[in-house]
């Protein structure tokens, strides 16, 4: 009873106070995204590749990385779980970037990339750890929201689509330091505009810190 109480009270600060969430980000999701304009979000490269329309930031333009610069956990993500509300159009492609940090141009050489692609020409489609682990398959259609999630949990990450697992991938104990900064460690998290081509939605941007 006495926990049950506890975590109605917690449930209800978190609620009423955002910042109760943010600094017990364990107890729950926080919101990454207003939903209205892009505080928090620091764009690179071509910044006006993203803007924000009807609630959901809206990816269209040249190459760019929109990367999480905010206060939740000093946007510094070890263990976690991420989730966005994802619409795809045709030829699309697109990204979401876990363990990454803030660079001025090029594809981020920091983290791994969880692919965003239904029918793009890239064969490696929505829910690959991008050149780690890859998708053949499509799960979901453009042009239709959907969940995808990734958890990363020490050499671990997992990608849901819709609640469920399409991706588990264990990155070996073995990988060598010289093949770069595509490693497991933690970062920021971050959006890619793929191509002048790609017109990606995402909106719903919540992300839950887990124990170390």
Excluded: C
């Excluded at 207003?34 to 928090?40: C, P, R």
């Excluded at 499509?138 to 399409?166: A, H, R, S």
């Excluded at 770069?180 to 959006?191: D, E, M, P």
Aim: proline share 4%; charged share 20%; no cysteine.
């Amino acid at each position: 009873m006495k926990k049950t109480l506890l975590l109605q009270i917690a449930l209800l600060l978190s609620s009423l106070y955002p910042a109760f969430s943010q600094t017990n980000p364990a107890k729950g999701w926080v919101s990454l995204f207003d939903g209205k304009t892009l505080t928090g979000w620091k764009a690179a490269e071509n910044p006006g590749t993203f803007s924000v329309q009807d609630g959901a930031i809206v990816v269209a333009g040249p190459r760019a990385h929109l990367f999480y610069e905010g206060p939740v956990n000093n946007h510094n993500f070890k263990n976690f779980e991420w989730k966005a509300q994802v619409k795809t159009t045709a030829g699309s492609n697109s990204g979401m970037f876990i363990h990454t940090a803030y660079q001025e141009t090029g594809w981020p050489g920091k983290g791994y990339e969880i692919q965003v692609n239904q029918t793009h020409t890239d064969w490696r489609k929505t829910g690959s750890v991008y050149g780690k682990q890859d998708v053949k398959e499509t799960f979901v259609k453009d042009d239709e929201w959907y969940t995808e999630q990734i958890i990363v949990k020490g050499n671990q990450v997992t990608v849901l689509i819709n609640d469920k697992v399409i991706n588990s991938y264990t990155e070996p104990d073995t990988i060598s330091q010289g093949t770069g900064t595509q490693k497991l460690s933690s970062g920021t998290i971050a959006l890619q505009g793929h191509d002048p081509k790609s017109k990606v939605y995402f909106k719903d941007i919540q992300v839950r810190v887990l124990p170390d």
